[in-house]
């Protein structure tokens, strides 16, 4: 059984807008999965879809094996969702938005104040527990959201955008939570913007844009199909001249730093040092200057919009010949 099962999923709104266009998604029990796309891909459509607050066009959707069309009230018990939006009371108690949520799913009183109990300890609110949800920094807020999540003790998270204005110290501390999380058997779904966050987390990767899945495989494999690297090399001496190396583009940054752009199937790194000691260049630290997953993103999108062009010309001529 699949955690979530889409096939031949439409959605058109009201005034027009195809938002979705047939997809097929599924996603195992246990996985942490990324769901990417740029604004307006369609990410946000069919994620409410799938906690109700858009209601599909056609096609057939099931949670944990349950088809909400079925039994829409037991498969959204499965989920727990975290919008990109705070949509709390801000004049409520953090402690009584978590514990409303929980009654919202018939969780007794005393279960769901265990349970929130628990939650706030975890995500480091316990202190804040009395404090009105207007009071608390956006990152708070943030765990805030998960944590009302988490509540029901959902077997699906759906993160949507969560570390969006989180500084870099809480989204670490919020990944780790995250993490251990998944470890324990919650599925994850991911949307994110930080595509490095998506690359070093998640282990499968749907990439969709103008309502299709463009690609649908493992991260590990995905990652595998680029072997162009964009890397820094911060040099110990001044460059008084761009060293060249065979296989690879050279550029000077500034006086201490190298630019190299090169095929990891042509040239290694290893090879890449070994030349530039050769001349006298010596490398104290390397880092990504972009990481994989985003070229991949870039260039699978590019792809997908080429193709959505080429297809849509195609159809033009038709009508003109049928005409």
Not at 183 to 190: N, P, Q, R, V, W
Request: net charge neutral; proline share 2%; aromatic share 6%.
């Amino acid at each position: 059984m699949k955690a979530i099962s889409i096939k031949n999923l439409h959605k058109t709104y009201s005034d027009g807008f195809v938002a979705l266009k047939g997809i097929d998604l599924e996603i195992e029990k246990g996985d942490f999965f990324a769901l990417l796309g740029p604004n307006g891909a369609g990410k946000s459509t069919t994620i409410g879809i799938l906690n109700s607050l858009v209601q599909k066009t056609s096609g057939t959707v099931k949670i944990d094996g349950i088809d909400i069309d079925e039994d829409f009230d037991l498969a959204k018990t499965k989920l727990g969702v975290v919008p990109q939006e705070f949509n709390f009371g801000i004049f409520e108690k953090v402690k009584d938005i978590i514990a409303t949520q929980a009654g919202y799913y018939g969780i007794p009183k005393k279960e769901a104040v265990a349970n929130t109990e628990v939650l706030l300890k975890e995500l480091g609110l316990w202190e804040k527990r009395d404090v009105m949800a207007r009071f608390l920094s956006g990152g708070m807020k943030r765990r805030l959201m998960i944590a009302r999540a988490l509540v029901h003790k959902p077997e699906i998270l759906i993160l949507d955008e969560p570390t969006a204005g989180v500084d870099v110290e809480l989204r670490t501390s919020m990944w780790k939570f995250i993490t251990d999380l998944n470890k324990s058997g919650t599925t994850i779904i991911l949307t994110t913007h930080y595509l490095e966050e998506a690359e070093e987390l998640c282990k499968n990767i749907a990439i969709i844009d103008d309502g299709k899945i463009l690609k649908n495989t493992s991260m590990k494999s995905l990652l595998k199909s680029s072997s162009k690297q964009t890397i820094l090399l911060d040099t110990k001496d001044t460059l008084k001249v761009t060293p060249t190396i065979k296989k690879c583009q050279v550029s000077k940054v500034d006086e201490n730093t190298l630019e190299i752009v090169f095929d990891s199937e042509k040239i290694t790194l290893n090879e890449i040092f070994h030349e530039l000691y050769e001349k006298n260049v010596i490398v104290q630290s390397m880092r990504n200057k972009q990481n994989r997953l985003e070229e991949l993103f870039i260039e699978i999108t590019k792809k997908g919009k080429k193709d959505n062009l080429e297809e849509s010309k195609k159809d033009s001529n038709e009508v003109k010949t049928n005409e």
